[in-house]
């Protein structure tokens, strides 16, 4: 892959890169609630469910199999850490509505991760260029604390909305508050205007 087809997050192009309330780190914290997930990559399914024109799966090697983009971006935790630069690579949001089957309805799109863990976002926001499912990181195979074997990474929204150990992704029409927004956090979750609580 070719360095300049590195997709680069609008955000880190501007001059003030720290949002509100945040102080920078760059020691790539590990958080997560519960246990990290034993990950089996021959068992692994990414599953595409709800409003597409037909429930289906695929397998880890076919997931590896599809087209890859790298990203760079900045990414900042509700807690109040933020680290810059990092390199993401993995399959573009479009890549997956691509392949999806969408339905016209869909307006919302619920992603789903081992144990349980859900977050929820607009259609909107989840089509943004810079959103994708990771596998890597700093050219490097994501490590199972950072939610191997696949991830998602929104740069522009705050880093909870990034699901570590992602099985599949569900279509809605309706909103559905996820894991941590259905604890407190905020539906949206927006770092520059600290969509942080409530
Ligand atoms: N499955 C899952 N994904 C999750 C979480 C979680 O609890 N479970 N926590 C989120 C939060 S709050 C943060 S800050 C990031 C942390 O990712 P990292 O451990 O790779 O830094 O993961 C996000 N993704
Ligand atoms: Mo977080």
Known sequence: M??????????????????????????????????????????????????????????????????MVKVFSDIHCVTGWSQLNMLWEGVSSREIIALSGILPEAKYVIINAENGFTTNLTLTDFMQPDVLFAVKYNEVPLSIDHGAPVRLVVPRLYFWKS???????????????????????????????EERYG
């Open 2 to 67: 070719k360095d300049e087809n590195i997709i680069i997050s609008p955000d880190t192009e501007k001059q003030q890169r720290i949002p509100p309330g945040q102080r920078e780190t760059d020691r790539f914290p590990v958080l997560h609630h519960g246990a990290v997930p034993k990950t089996d990559t021959s068992g692994w399914q990414f599953t595409f469910t709800g409003l597409v024109q037909k429930s289906f799966v695929l397998d880890y090697k076919s997931f590896m199999a599809l087209p």
């Open 163 to 193: 699901a570590k150990w992602v099985t599949g992704v569900e279509f809605t029409d309706g909103d559905r508050p996820g894991f941590w927004e259905t604890r407190g956090y905020h539906n949206h979750g927006d770092p520059w205007t």
